[in-house]
């Protein structure tokens, strides 16, 4: 144990505040919620309203229990006010000062002589905490015990949010809340839920708490409880919960590793799952997302019926980023035969982004194949593909191709006039083509406009009539 030197005045300072105390010894004992046959708190009090001055109290250091022995060692260590040391107790929640003269255990001698701060007065019970006799709730002017494992008043609860400046609200039920977002647990002390913590919350609520509690084991007081897959609880469960009360996860975190053991046990079950509504049939839940009926057709042959599937919400994008990974590429090659490997490994982006990327080359691909368009130069290549992108994706697509290509070469440049006049787009780019190309380019417009609205056979004859023009 450790000492520290105090000045007279304040030592007398000390001595005064704790005599002050023990004035009124039964105001050390706090209310016993369910006051029970065998309560250690009516002990107390009955034994300490037959107190009748300071030698009484004195008398109290040769009892057996330990906290009235603590207030007989107080009152005998505070007679000498030429007392010039003070013990110090480190706790979580800061040091404690008390004076010593006995045996008497020191955190019920700092809880006694401390007992204005609703933290360090219940260690004045800890013998009784530490057999398992008492449960102590202490914040601001509420101070109570349980005798019988009972939960707080709801306003202790607010006391200690207020206390530990922690936002919060009661809606219409009377339930407390904290935090904002998605997913949510109830806590519960002994059973009774106290607060509803959403998964927003940053900070540890449940550590707050139980800064305010003393209890022998708080993972036998505290429990938890969600609205979402409870039928997935498993054992894994225990350890996270542990980790929450120790403090080592916060909030956010605790609802984050619980939901995700939930979902795993979920999905290793074989279900399927759309926030909190769970499908046994795997049809019946894509019934339920806004997917293509060619795409619910190949997953269903793809997917192992063993396997389940969690998504939040039922979009298209949750749906197809849950099952992208076990047979995304299954599905390209499925929905678009034409694709080889090569094709489908360049894809880039999330699923959705890379179906469509999937779905417009397959579709150039055939719009190529209708056309048949045999190139006899780079300029007549890239005459090609603008038709092509042209009668797939319209003038947006002509000047997605353009700006990719970046051409230069004069035949080309006059193939860019023709296409931006034709279009009646991207005019500022016309700048970049020299007076012959242009005048090339004008030449063309009416072969350019043919290939963009006529048949393929109008197209292929026409294509073939540029071979004129273009080198």
Known sequence: MKYKRESKEKNISRIREIEKILEDPVSLVPDCIDDGMFCPLSGYRKKLSGI????????????????????????????????SFSGLLKTPH???????????????????QNSRNDIFRMLAFSKDVISGRLVLYSAGDYFKGSCRRSPPDMEFISIVLEEEEIDHHTDTSGQISTGQGEESFT????????????????????????????????????SYSFENLNSFSSR?????????????????????EVMKERIRMAKNSGKYIIGKQVFTDLGKFMENIPLDENEKSALKSLWNPDVGIYIESPTRRKFLEAVWDSVGNAMLKSLFPGLDDDQIDSLRGNPSEVIEKAR????????????????????????????VAGRHGGRDEILEVMGMSKVSDPDSMAINHAFIIVTETGKSESWKASDNAKLKGELLIPYVRKMLEGSPDEVRTTYREMEKFLR
């Open 236 to 256: 894994t469960e225990t350890g996270i919960f542990q980790r929450y009360i120790s403090g080592e996860i916060n909030d956010s975190e605790f609802i984050s």
């Open 360 to 387: 417009k080359i397959e579709e150039i691909k055939a719009i190529s194949g209708e056309l048949d368009l045999k190139p006899w130069s780079p300029s007549s290549k890239y005459l090609a593909s603008l038709v």
């Open 187 to 222: 806590l519960n002390i002994y059973g009774q839920p106290v607060v509803r913590i959403y998964s927003g919350s940053k900070i540890s609520t449940i550590s707050r708490i139980s800064k305010h509690i003393l209890c022998q084991d708080p993972s036998k007081i505290y």
């Open 94 to 112: 800061g040091t404690a000062t008390f004076y010593k003269k006995g045996d008497t255990d020191q955190y019920v001698l700092a809880g006694i």
């Open 52 to 83: 009748s001055g300071p030698d009484d109290l004195e008398k109290l250091r040769k009892s057996r229990d330990e906290f009235l022995r603590g207030i007989g060692e107080t009152a005998r260590a505070i007679k000498d006010e030429d007392i």
